[in-house]
């Protein structure tokens, strides 16, 4: 599997930024337009094969680079926030019961998703923070 | 004479000509099984092995996962090799190679083409040679093979240990270190290999043809496709256009005969079923299946992830406690048991449904079966762990271990359990159909078809009780595919059909008569194929010619009423949108449709494109084969558990509002997701190795070489999106009936007015 290492690893990489990008537009959408396109179908579908190609992607680099979360650290955190992002997400677009809640729940999960990105940048827990040691 | 009547006589009529045929083809593969020699013995007087090495060999085997690592003769697993195709190569190569070396090359592959011809010309009488004597119960082998039989020995005993060389192979194959530690049975292992590449390679007494029939392909001792594959291959795609053609001439014959209009119910006839003490009791076994469930779809993840990763997941070494051949076994038993568990369910929630009595102690005896079965499912699957951990003694493992036969696999004593399970069963569900099954009631005749369908299930699983621990493999096979043929693929069928079309008559949308003669002729039309249909898996298994002729025609004829299951399809869809209270129904008749969809698909499409020998010859135990598996096991009875189960907890719960986001994630989740397993992984990776076995040999295409392939690993990746929506599917199922018990929304039963006004003003 190296042999298709660098066509995963840019697969990864693409959906991370597309998921993220669906997620952000989505929320502008829901938030600041008051849109019903967001939550429709063709919309939620994208973004559930965008998550699931980034996940086999994800699966696919740890076998091939033989580092696992619990074993090593900075994926360990990855995967914990990632729980916390989704049910962010899942709030900040849907299940908050007020507007300005789920305005909230979506710009922390927006955060948590950069912050995400700086750990798996660092390969460090601390992510984005390792530039302040 | 009624048209029920003549039905039922032909039924009968054909169940016992096509029993008969059966039992007598169980006799000649009796007679004609590849023997199994008192002594192995070399040109030289050398004692090579002894019946005593091969049957200890067997039962080592059997320990350590059978069919559940690697297969013989085509049948079991699929990332380990095929031990047999994988001997009798190795064996050759063995012997080629010392020819080349004796005369001054290095080996084989370095001598040129005209050697090579010469070598193979003389291999081929080398090893297709029949040197079985039976007075003697010897077989005699040339000095080159003795020494041939040696050198694989060893390779075998090195690959079953714990040699740190062969690391990468047991990774490869998925075997955790140490399979076998004890060097004696190692050798005894390699015994028992050796007999099952012998049969595969050599002629029988008389003939042209191996006793396996040619199989595996091996071209280098010209094993190739002996010529009745070609020929049964063809007259069976014939017999199958033949079958098309008489049942499309019935179906315009009967068009527009057999449903006159009635009048359907106003309100839902099933709305004022009391819930008995002994119905509401089988609620735990609908827990209990979908729990199974789960922790198959989680066994099947761990199966899949060990083609990548041999021996650990996700970097935690799992196969020190949980191998490949436990993670398969526990796999695809379970898929069998939650199955069988959701039509226990089903039976014992029906039968006082029907018939309105709640026998004595009913309620008990439900419960009794249900820790019965707790005990079963839990107490096997012990003694599986212990025996492929090698520390429960292989005089305890056929007992209380692992058999080591695919969907077979418990140890005697936890099957007998079972068929007393089951025989509890079929008389908890009989005493309380009893009223509804006495001369004079409505509906006998299809509620006595459910019944026989269900004692067919409850007693077929005898079958598993036929083989004894020495049996010979040929017959051990032969009563095997009893057990999963005609107990699944036949028996279930007939339930299947029979409990949706009984369903539909106790919703009062079909009148009884036009049901009865419907699954009496759909009955007729399965069994006319299913019953001989059942040798199509015994081609290859050391069988006569005439098994690969019976089992090619009629299991043909197995997909004509397949290819017109749009018919039934249509046909439920419409009665789905009969009345406005059908919508209740929704769930169980979608899970029934896609009955039928993956009917067409799974059992009849990627059935039949295994299914004629000249197609099996190469595609057994390669990737095409657990196509048809997933497709038909999950697809057809997986799915119709699952409405079965949808259409109990209806009728359990009838006052609450269903969560139907969550069955619509579930239902489409699985349908998707089951599609997506398919089409990105098993068809494209079962085509690949066929190309592979047709061009190179059978062991080329199960060999380490081409499946550690990277396109291979990336082909094994693909199935991750669609097991991970499959398995959202099977969450979302799971907090529904959850949701059920722990979060119930009460809406209340409609009243039979509101529901008639309803339909009324539908109809207006």
Known sequence: MIEFYFEIRAVHIGSVILSGLIFFLRGVGLHAFKASWPMAAPVRFTSYTVDTVLLTSAMMLTVILQQYPLADHWLTVKVALLIIYIVLGAYGLKYAKTPRARLGFWLAALALYLYIVSVARAHDPLGVFTLLL | MTNTKKLWISLAILLVASFSVLLLMGREIYQKAPPMPEQVVSTAGETIYTRADMELGRRVWQSMGGMQLGSIWGHGGYVAPDWSADWLHREIMAVLNAWAAEEGAENYAALSPERQAALKGRLEGLFRTNTYDPATGTITL?????????????????????????????????????????????????????????????????????????????????????????????????????????????????????????????????????????????????????????????????????????????????????????????????????????????????????????????????????????????????????????????????????????????????????????????????????????????????????????????????????????????????????????????????????????????????????????????????????????????????????????????????????????????????????????????????????????????????????????????????????????????????????????????????????????????????????????LFTLLPLGTMQLIEAINNGYWSARSAEFMQQPIVDLLVWMRVPGDTIFSIGALALVVFVIGLWVRPRYQGVPTEEEERAATTKARA
């Open chain 2, 142 to 678: 040339a000095e080159e093979r003795a020494r041939a039989i040696e050198k694989v020995s060893g390779h075998y005993e090195q690959l079953f240990g714990n040699d740190p060389a062969f690391e990468p192979l047991r990774e490869a194959y998925a075997m955790k270190d140490d399979t076998v530690p004890d060097a004696e049975h190692r050798k005894a292992l390699g015994a028992f290999f050796w007999w099952t590449a012998w049969a595969a390679g050599t002629e029988r007494p008389g003939d042209t043809i191996t006793y396996t029939n040619n199989w595996p392909s091996e071209p280098l001792i010209e094993n190739r496709p002996p010529a009745s594959s070609f020929v049964w291959s063809a007259f069976s795609v014939l017999f199958l256009l033949a079958g098309i053609g008489l049942l499309g001439w019935h179906y315009a014959v009967s068009h527009g005969r057999e449903e006159e209009p009635h009048d359907l119910p106003p309100f839902d006839p099933m709305r004022g079923t009391v819930v008995t003490p002994s119905m509401s009791a089988t609620a735990k076994y609908f827990w209990v299946l979908l729990a199974l469930f789960l922790v198959q779809i989680l066994l099947g993840a761990i199966t899949a992830h060990y083609q990548v990763e041999g021996q650990v997941q996700y970097g935690f070494e799992l196969a020190n406690v949980l191998p490949y051949s436990l993670s398969r076994t526990w796999h695809t038993q379970l898929a069998v048991l939650w199955i069988a568990t959701a039509w226990l369910g089903t039976g014992l929630y029906i039968a006082p449904a029907i018939s309105g009595y709640e026998p004595p102690y009913q309620r008990l005896g439900v419960n009794f079966l249900w820790i019965c079965l707790i005990i079963i499912v839990v107490g096997s699957f012990a003694g599986q762990w212990f025996a492929v951990m090698q520390t429960l003694g292989l005089e305890n493992n056929f007992w209380f271990g692992h058999q080591g036969w695919e969907y077979a696999d418990m140890g005697r004593f936890w099957q007998i359990f079972l068929f007393i399970g089951l025989v509890l069963w079929l008389v908890l569900v009989g005493r309380a159909l009893w009223p509804a099954l006495r001369p004079g009631a409505p509906g006998r005749s299809i509620t006595g078809l459910l019944f026989l369908s269900t004692v067919a299930i409850g007693l077929f699983f005898g079958a598993a009780l036929a083989w004894g621990e020495n049996t010979h493999i040929s017959m051990v096979e032969y009563w095997r595919w009893w057990l999963v043929h005609l107990w699944v693929e036949g028996f279930f069928e007939v339930f299947a059909t029979a409990v949706i079309a009984f369903l539909f008559t106790r919703l009062g949308l079909l009148k009884l008569q036009t049901a009865t003669v419907a699954v009496l002729f759909a009955t007729i039309i399965f069994m006319a194929g299913g019953v001989l249909g059942t040798l199509h898996h015994l081609y290859f298994a050391g069988t006569p010619t005439v098994v690969l002729a019976l089992g090619a025609s009629f299991s043909a004829l197995e997909v004509v009423p397949l290819a017109y299951i749009g018919f039934e399809a249509y046909h439920t869809f419409r009665l789905s949108k009969a009345t406005p209270w059908m919508e209740r129904y929704r769930w169980p008749i979608m899970f029934f449709l896609a009955v039928s969809f993956w009917n067409l698909v799974g059992a009849g499409l990627f059935g039949f494109l295994i299914n004629p020998p000249l197609s099996l010859y190469y595609m057994q135990g390669l990737n095409l084969t657990p196509l048809h598996g997933h497709t038909a096991l999950f697809g057809v009875y997986g799915m119709l558990g699952i409405g079965l189960v949808l259409f109990c907890l209806r009728g359990l719960k009838p006052e609450l509002a269903w969560n139907e986001g969550l069955l619509k994630v579930s239902f489409w989740s699985f349908n998707v997701g089951l599609a997506m397993m398919a």
